[in-house]
Antibody, heavy 125, light 107 residues
Framework: EVQLVESGGGLVQPGGSLRLSCAASGFTFSSYWMHWVRQVPGKGLVWVSRINSDGSSTSYADSVKGRFTISRDNAKNTLYLQMNSLRAEDTAVYYC??????????????????WGQGTLVTVSS | DIQMTQSPSSLSASVGDRVTITCRASQSISSYLNWYQQKPGKAPKLLIYAAFSLQSGVPSRFSGSASGTDFTLTISSLQPEDFATYYCQQSNSTPLTFGGGTKVEIK
């Protein structure tokens, strides 16, 4: 059974740092790209970052670029999100998500088929 | 960035109703469109991927369709467990973007 379990959320002051973890099990973690998605309570979903399977390529939303770093440890089956210079607007539930892929007619389509339960990050003084 | 405009933002419906939710992309995304259902306090759940394909285990009352840059999620006969918020998401290019959500409430 695929499982994604986030941890590391909590209360942090503006300007502070936090590292989120996502422990993966039930699938070959090292074969999958992984993503972080966040959601302000009561609001919509926002993509944050993604990392390729061996960690050599990353991508970020403009709102977190230069402040957040995504990484992974394939030996530990764990995904990370290092969050620095945190702002009040970073307050959200952070989900890790595994993409599935469907290929047909020469095209491959990506979607999030597994999500963690989320971890709440609150940035406040 | 590709903007995803979802409508309506909320709707009230009764059990047994046919419900339609629309998502419009700001540019062509082919069929790189997914639909999710989210209930309060829970992670999103994949319903439809690649615009039309039903995720395994999802009831057949859910279906997806597309016309150009307009995409539709249809629930053919609303059930009590379907009251939730629904999101579209494009996977054509990064940054991946979601629609603003449609909250389906009980009439």
């Amino acid at each position: 059974e695929v499982q994604l379990v986030e941890s590391g959320g909590g209360l942090v002051q503006p300007g502070g740092s936090l590292r989120l973890s996502c422990a993966a099990s039930g699938f070959t973690f090292s074969s999958y790209w992984m993503h972080w998605v966040r959601q302000v309570p009561g609001k919509g979903l926002v993509w944050v970052s993604r990392i390729n399977s061996d960690g050599s390529s990353t991508s970020y939303a403009d709102s977190v670029k230069g402040r957040f770093t995504i990484s992974r440890d394939n030996a530990k089956n764990t995904l990370y999100l290092q969050m620095n210079s945190l702002r009040a607007e970073d307050t959200a539930v952070y989900y890790c998500a595994r993409p599935g892929r469907y290929c047909s007619g020469g095209s491959c389509y990506w979607y999030f088929d597994y999500w963690g339960q989320g971890t709440l990050v609150t940035v406040s003084s | 960035d590709i903007q995803m405009t979802q409508s309506p933002s909320s709707l009230s419906a009764s059990v047994g109703d046919r419900v339609t939710i629309t998502c419009r992309a700001s540019q062509s995304i082919s069929s790189y469109l997914n639909w999710y259902q989210q209930k309060p306090g829970k992670a999103p759940k994949l319903l439809i991927y690649a615009a039309f394909s039903l995720q395994s285990g999802v009831p057949s009352r859910f279906s997806g369709s597309a016309s150009g840059t307009d995409f539709t999620l249809t629930i053919s006969s609303l059930q009590p467990e379907d009251f939730a918020t629904y999101y579209c998401q494009q996977s054509n290019s990064t940054p991946l973007t979601f629609g603003g959500g449609t909250k389906v409430e009980i009439k």
